[in-house]
């Protein structure tokens, strides 16, 4: 209690100064200091010694109330160079994985989408041409039907993340485009109606989310009967070799550019963390027909680094 | 995806049992839930017995070796409870033959594509994000309908198609001009889908398609060889079948008699091909045989001669 209250206040200090980076880093290396001696011995305990009103941040034990702040101010402070690190980290393979995904929903002309956690409209804006493309080739044989209009809807927790999205649709000319549309929201309480989309992404943002199954409900929820689900998310290499390198590369390497490049070493410090709490692939694919989904399959990209999570419901 | 479901139905050797000729097994009754769309589409529909729709009922209609249609009845009911985990699995496979079914309604004016497919889909009543799931999307569409013809091919040769009065040729002739008939809504759109089908990621489908295809013809018209001409007569027959099929495409004659005729001299030739290989076989072993004569006694002279010297040996 004497913990979070202490805690409490420094985040509060934080929100007035929003977005400043030498706020979020004090207050998350005040937090790290009172937790970072415990860091040790919870790191030896297995998940399931969790009680029930305690969730994992990175390493760290964080009381689930709590990590939903963290992890807003862990995207608050990254949202502005969040596009920069992706391509640095990952050499610019995201833009691979994220055309992968894409190509995997195959998505159609009046089609209703619902980009989950996509903040910066990576995903968004690939369907979007996608449909745009398909529709023009499509024009001489159009279907009645199809002449409705495609929505995709942008759903992100972080209005910072949001921003960023908007600023980049506007660049593109697609500011005032219907059929873009930003909504903030969160992923375990959608303001979607039951049964309204055809096709449901989320991609890198389900680590993010404190209580996965219910995310995997809402998905459930939202989604129409044949509607897709679609979830790109880091997973776990099991590559002998491979995966020490890439353990190295994850410890070592990221915190470090993050530091030099974002200004902020603590907040890619968790983002690492948080991959490895995430459940594995086979796991993943439990909890998602556990939600109700149907024909589960999952496919790694770079030996594991990144899976690609399918499921249909019917 | 429908065939797996078949073989989990029936046990594995579904499709490798057709080439082995083992007794027929009736595949999986939810297959036969588009039957009815799919003999509306078939020109040549005499003697068709009407399936009742029913996702998982056994069609009591099907003639068929009763006992052995019977006895696979009787082991689907168990199976199918003990197997209620796989159930997901089987629904997919039924909403995709569904949307199929229904798809290829649409084909002749919207061709083997992704968009005859969401357009199914939408009749269906499924979102058509469902599309995006099928493995090689058109090729699905395509797969289906092959499966689904050679369906009906043997449903048509199983409800008492006269074939007695018949030479074999005319057998064969008369069992690919019923198939080819089964494609005559489409020919359109037939080129399409022959380039899906020989597009190299969906050639083993399809060629393994074929070969069944082949496989069940020789059978209906007699064949039980089961030497290495089986190889020979299934491929001249599917030689048969492609050039026709290929005739077909740019035949304009009313009601296709120019491929009918083609048709029948292709088979002749191959019968008589057969002929003359029976002639040369013949008369390469009669030579064979002056040469192999002196072979053997060759031969012979060795093994003596060794036996000899190891006998002297044994001393």
Redesign the interface.
Known sequence: MHLTSRADSSLSLVSSSQGTNFAEAMALRSISRRFGSRVLSYRSSSVASLHSHATSFGFQQVKEEEKRKLVGNVFSNVASSYDIMNDVMSGGLHRLWKERLVG?????A??KHLDVAGGTGDVAFRIFDAVNSVKRR?LR?V?E??LEETQIYVCDINPNMLNVGKQRAAERGLGDNKSLVWVEGDAEALSFDDNSM??YTIAFGIRNVTHIEKALAEAYRV??????FLCLELSHVDIPVFKDVYDLYSFKVIPNLGELIAGDRESYQYLVESIRRFPPQEKFATMIADAGF??VEYENLVGGVVAIH?A?K? | MYRTAAKRFLGVGFTTSRLLRLPKPRPNPTIITPYSHASALCTSSIGHTESPIGNQSVNPNQSDPTAASSSTAREEGPRRDESSRKK??A??EE?QARVLAASLRHVP??GWT??AM??G??EV?????????FSR?EAALVEYFMDECLQLLIDRVDSGLDLQNLIPSERVSKLVRIRLEMQIPYMSKWPQALSIQAHPVNVPTSFKQRAMLVDEIWHTVGDGASDLDWYVKRTVLGGVYSTTEIYMLTDDSPEYRDTWAFLDDRVKDAFDLKKSIQEAKYFAQDIGAGVGKSFQGLMNGVMQTMSRRGGSSAF
Request: proline share 6%; no cysteine.
């Open positions: 995997k929903l195959s998505p159609f009046g089609m499509a044989k279907d039907d199809s055809d096709g989604l129409k009967r044949g509607g897709r149907e024909k399918s249909i019917l | 997901p699995r629904e997919f909403e004016r919207l992704e968009e969401i357009a889909s939408r009543g499924v979102s058509p994000s469902i599309v995006g799931s999307k």
